[in-house]
């Protein structure tokens, strides 16, 4: 009877260490993900690229963001939906220090009055559109370095 039981286990014990543990299930999951999204985003990037241009082009800041808003919701790659939104949070600061310089606020108190007043209204605002475009935490900072790059390439 104890043999029985002690090949029974023994079987059992291979079978099971053929079978992948958690761990590596998780960690196969995240990598079909991100290849997924490395599919995805090669078209939805390039869509970006263009939304980005055209924002750039539009002088009414509100119409700028509105036009990104509208090209976000049509992308599948949570990254670049994400890249939209630090556009528009780009969009809303450089809107207004300008707006605080063309009133004649000296630029030693920009900053200051910035971050008391405006800031914490561009956060909130910023919030929202997050929700609405549906970008989480982990997207909108794995998105933040590829904002900076497709800036520099936009506006050069």
Known sequence: MRLIEWLIEGVRHVILSFLPDERDLIEWE?????????????????????????????????AAIEH??????????????????????????YDTITRLREKGVKESDIDKIFKEKFE????????????????DDYSYREAKGKFVEILKNTLS
């Open 30 to 62: 995240l990598k079909k993900i991100d290849e997924l999204r490395g599919k995805i985003s090669k078209s939805d990037l390039v869509q970006t690229q263009r939304a980005i241009e055209e924002a750039s082009q539009i002088e009414d800041v509100e």
């Open 68 to 93: 990104l808003k509208q090209a976000a919701k049509k992308l599948a790659c949570p990254v670049c939906r994400a890249l939209h939104l630090h556009m528009i949070d780009y969009l809303l600061y």
């Open 120 to 135: 914490p209204q561009i956060k909130k605002r910023l919030e929202d559109i997050k929700r609405e475009l549906l970008v």
